[in-house]
Structure formats: C-alpha cells, structure tokens
C-alpha cells in the first residue's frame, strides 16, 4: 500500500513537473557541437545534457563522429552531420557515395535521428575550384545512394555564407552573384526543391561589426535601414540577411524553399582589439536571433515562417586557432555551465 502511494505520489508530481516544464519550454533550438578542444565532456554526457538540462532539440557536427552519432542514439535529438570537403570530389562516383552512407549513416540511423546531411562548409568561398564543381554532382550522388539504401528521411544540402549574394544593401535587390547563379545554383535550387531539401545558409552580423552598426546589428533601438523598392525598414542585419536570402533564390523561382540557419552566434570574449566581444552582446544577439527565428512572426518578405537553427555553438573550444574570440563563442563551458542564459535551460535555470 504504502509503495503504491508513494508511487502514484511520484506520478502526480511526474505529471505536474511535466506540466510546468511544458509551460516553461518557449522554444526549441539548434547547436553546432564542435569538438576543437581537449576538455569537453563525453559525447554520452553532452547527449545526457542537452536532453535533461535543456531545450536544445538538434545538433549539427562538422563531421560524422561515430561517437557522437552512437551517443545520441535514442535521445530523440536530430542531428546534421558534414561531409568533409576534401572527401566531395570522391563522393560523385556513386558507388563511393553508396559506401560513404554503408559507413557513416546506415550503422547509426534509424535510432540516431540522423536528418540531413550537409555537403562540406562554405565551399563557394574555399576557391577551391574542384571542391566548387564537384559540390552539386556529390550532393545529388549522396542522395541516390540514400534511395538505393532505403532512406528516405535524410536530407542533404550544403551550407553558405552570405558571400554567395551580391547586391545586397537593399535586402529585396540581392541576387545570388553572377557566376555562381546560373552554373551552381540554378541546378543546386532544383535538386533541394526536388528532394525538399532546405537552402542552408550562415548569417554573421558578427563579422559586419562596426561601431556605427552596433545598433543595428545587435537588435538595439536604432534608425534602421529603408529599402526603397519594398518600402520596409529593417531594424536589426539579421533580418535583412535573411530577407536578402530570400530575395535572391526567390528571383531564380524558389522562394518556397525552407532556409536553415545552419550557423549565427556571437562570441562572448575577445581580445583588447575585439571590445564588441562581451557576454552582454552575446545575449542580446543570440537571444533576439533566436525569438526571431522560434517566433512564428517570420521576416517582413516572409512572414509567418521559422527558420531551423544551429546557434554557433555549444562549447567554448579552447584548440581552435586565432583571436580569443574564436575559443568564446560558446553557450556552455566544458563543465556545463552556461556562459551566460539565453532562456534555453529547462525549469529556468541559471
Ligand atoms: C521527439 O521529438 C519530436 C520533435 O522533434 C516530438 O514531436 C516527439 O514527441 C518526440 N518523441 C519523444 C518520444 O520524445
Ligand atoms: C512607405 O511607407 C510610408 C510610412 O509607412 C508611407 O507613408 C508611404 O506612403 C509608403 N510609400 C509607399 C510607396 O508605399
């Protein structure tokens, strides 16, 4: 008797916790989990995290990690894992592609909620002229090799930086640059239409920085910019970058494309040089960056949508190389404690 009581005391409590966890969850949201450091905790502890301690319900990798995939085997979190960008020009060959998913994906799927695969990083800004050519030919190898395989969930497309756009400053004048549009994204946009498969893309205010900008940039009160042709003013770069985005793949004829915001974030330590760098600046980027893409409000030129996002990125990585800003641009420290609160902690925590 008493061990049922007990038992349907913790049920009752279950469900109210339950209940006030569910009324406390604004939004679900994306990481890039790098792993450029030598002080991270065990992929089975940031898969056990991210499920209890927080509302992150995706993660993207910048590789294909059979760690990370395993650990996160049954969490219901979905993740994005890259293909290498050396490893493209290979992949063409079908049967290559066909071995790549044999080694990658079929061991981990269906129980690791493996849902897209991205093509390399940033290839149209490598210069890496086989890399670039080969980009489209591998994307569509890969996704034949899923079929043959019997996948049919995984997407698979390839993320930009906003490099890609010229013509930008009015965000509904952006076009995809000449060059690149015809050649790479003209048979790109057609192979993610046809696939329903989104655009990736990743918008840095970050490194537009400058002080006059600061506003604007960090979602403050600011003047705004006026585009003449929509008659829209735009107060934070975010959104235009985004409305630039659209703007340009809508002008090629596919402005129902779904856009991932596969990387955007800001660090929160920089060096002497780097003052726009703080923790409060991190937050009121990350935090306005994310209401926009988990509100449902869209962006002027795409009203109502939600953008799925990668914040950049979990962990503070203290191997990468360059400024100090490139080590802060982390949620989390390796010990799991927030850098600073952008309202992803479950029960409010922080
Ligand atoms: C898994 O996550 C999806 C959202 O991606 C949610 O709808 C579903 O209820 C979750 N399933 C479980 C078992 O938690
Ligand atoms: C542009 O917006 C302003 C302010 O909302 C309005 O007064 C003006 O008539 C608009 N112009 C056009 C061409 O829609």
Same mark, same amino acid.
């Given at each position: 008797?008493? =061990? ?22 604004? @939004?679900?949201?994306? $990481? !890039?989990?790098? =792993? ?39 969490? +219901?979190?979905?993740? %994005? ?13 079908? +049967? ?23 093509? *390399? ?12 050519? #080969? &980009? ?5 190898? &890969? ?6 395989? /019997? ?6 497309? %390839? ?64 003047? *705004? ?5 929509? !008659?829209?003013? @735009? ?21 129902? &494309? ?22 409060? +600046? ?22 109502? #949508?939600?953008?799925?996002? @990668?914040?950049?990125?979990?962990? +503070?990585?203290? &191997?990468?190389?360059?400024? =100090?800003?490139?080590?802060?641009? /982390? ?7 927030? $850098? @600073? ?8 925590? $922080?």
């Amino acid at each position: 008797m008493a =061990t049922i009581a007990t038992t349907s005391i913790t049920t009752a409590l279950l469900i109210i916790s339950t209940l006030l966890h569910f009324s406390t969850t604004a @939004y679900a949201i994306g $990481v !890039n989990y790098g =792993t450029l450091a030598n002080n991270l905790p065990s992929p089975s502890q940031v898969a056990s995290f991210l499920k209890t301690q927080t509302t992150i319900d995706s993660i993207k990798i910048f590789d294909t990690n059979p760690d990370i995939l395993r650990a996160f085997a049954n969490s +219901n979190i979905t993740v %994005t894992v890259t293909v290498g960008n050396g490893d493209i020009p290979a992949l063409v060959d079908v +049967n290559a592609a066909s071995q790549w998913v044999a080694n990658n994906i079929k061991p981990y799927y269906p129980q690791t909620r493996i849902k897209l695969i991205a093509v *390399g990083n940033e290839i149209l800004f490598t210069g890496n002229k086989e890399w670039i050519s #080969r &980009l489209v030919p591998c994307m569509k190898s &890969l996704h034949q090799a899923l079929v043959h395989a /019997g996948i049919k969930d995984v997407q698979v497309s %390839t993320p930009h930086t906003l490099g890609i756009l010229h013509n930008s400053v009015q965000p509904s004048a952006a076009r995809i640059r000449p060059g690149y549009d015809r050649v790479i994204f003209a048979p790109m946009l057609q192979f993610l239409r046809q696939t329903k498969s989104p655009l990736m893309v990743n918008p840095y205010p970050y490194f537009s920085y400058s002080p006059s900008m600061e506003n604007y940039i960090l979602f403050k009160p600011n003047r *705004g910019v006026h585009d003449t042709n929509t !008659n829209i003013t @735009y107060t934070n770069m975010f959104v235009a970058m985004m409305d630039a985005v659209y703007s340009a793949i809508k002008a090629m004829g596919y402005g129902d &494309l779904d856009i991932v915001v596969a990387e955007s974030g800001w660090p929160s330590l920089g060096d002497p040089n780097q003052p726009m760098c703080t923790v409060e +600046n991190a937050v009121s980027y990350n935090k306005n960056m994310i209401k926009v893409v988990t509100s449902g409000n869209g962006t002027p030129l795409m009203p109502k #949508r939600r953008f799925q996002t @990668y914040v950049f990125s979990l962990f +503070n990585e203290n &191997l990468k190389p360059g400024s =100090t800003a490139e080590r802060n641009w /982390g949620l989390f420290r390796p010990d799991f404690t927030p $850098v @600073y609160d952008v309202g992803i902690m479950r029960n409010g925590q $922080v």
